[in-house]
């Protein structure tokens, strides 16, 4: 196989229909890493959560978390960026005023993710990507300098609705569409794609043999990094048209066959 680092988005991507990786992706993982080929999950969710994930490797892999915000390799954060402590200051206060909204906020730092909403239906959607997720009575109370990313959960068209009204408010910070229900708000200065390209050079590999796997708008950057670019056949269009390559849907196993079609020399 001539690339020797692939990425890949979990949710729509790399998950199945019911949010869980595929069987048949271990014995790949093995193969590729036999090979010498890393494999790094890109995606939103928790590093604990994506560490407990892929436990069953049974060796280290490398993990680009919470939308590139932390960038972790063999057992060590290598990279961490964070959000000024007023910005984030600014989206809670806007957020928790604003009640005629069904929203909440998921405050995120590196030692774990705060709620204030503890429903069972805000809690369903939250508990998949944050193994560590406490409730507090309020979120003003963890900004800290520590603060990573900040998570919008809406019952409504995150795309379409909320994300304009974050941008008002967080305007300063990335505010990107990372699902249905889903607005991510960062620093700047970290996407996915800036996150491949530190794992790539703490591993001395070059862009040019890189391959990614994306499925939604927060894999914009990740997509356009890579040396090679997959959008999954259930890709949000604009990922779809920024790809070079279209895979079968994650509900076809769609990253375990075209790794399987790399590893082959197809």
Known sequence: MHYRLVASDMDGTLLDGQ?????DFWPVLEQMHNEGVHFAPAS??????????FAPAGFPVSIIAENGT?????GEIISTTTINPE?????????SSDNSRDWGLVLCR????FVTRTDRPFLDQCEPYYARLSAVSDLREYVTDDVIKIALLIFDDAEHVAAPI???????LTVAVSGKHWIDMYNPAA???IAFEKLAAALGIPMSQTVAFGDYLNDTELIKAAGRSYAMANAHPDII????????ANTDNGVITELQNLLAGA
């Open 19 to 23: 949010r869980r990786i595929p069987e």
């Open 44 to 53: 939103g969710r928790q590093l604990y959560t994506l560490i407990d994930q």
């Open 70 to 74: 932390i960038v972790y390799h063999e």
């Open 87 to 95: 910005s984030a200051g600014a989206v809670v206060s806007a957020v």
């Open 110 to 113: 590196t030692d774990g993710a």
């Open 166 to 172: 974050m941008r008002d408010v967080a305007h300063d």
């Open 191 to 193: 996407n996915k794609g």
């Open 241 to 248: 048209a920024a790809a070079d390559f279209l895979a079968p």
